[in-house]
């Protein structure tokens, strides 16, 4: 795991969501990506990362 205590929030959550991605643990990595999404509602790119994890996860409505 890495250590992502000396980042920014934003920078963290999108370390860990990724993290997640790239080892299936996709409800972990939705709630990383909504998390997320709270603190950064405005980060394209998290958003998009969160629908794809979304349809992974198997929950492809909430993704729209």
């Known amino acids: ?3 992502t205590s000396g980042l920014p929030r934003e920078e963290a959550l999108a370390i860990v969501g990724m993290r997640h ?3 299936r643990e996709w409800s972990a990595a939705v709630e ?3 998390e997320l999404r709270r ?3 405005d980060d394209l790119e998290a958003g998009l990362r969160l629908a794809w994890v979304q349809i992974r996860a198997g ?3 909430s993704a729209w």
Do not use: L
């Open 1 to 3: 795991a890495e250590d």
């Open 21 to 23: 991605e790239v080892t």
């Open 32 to 34: 990383s990506y909504r």
């Open 39 to 41: 603190v950064a509602p």
């Open 59 to 61: 929950d492809g409505r």
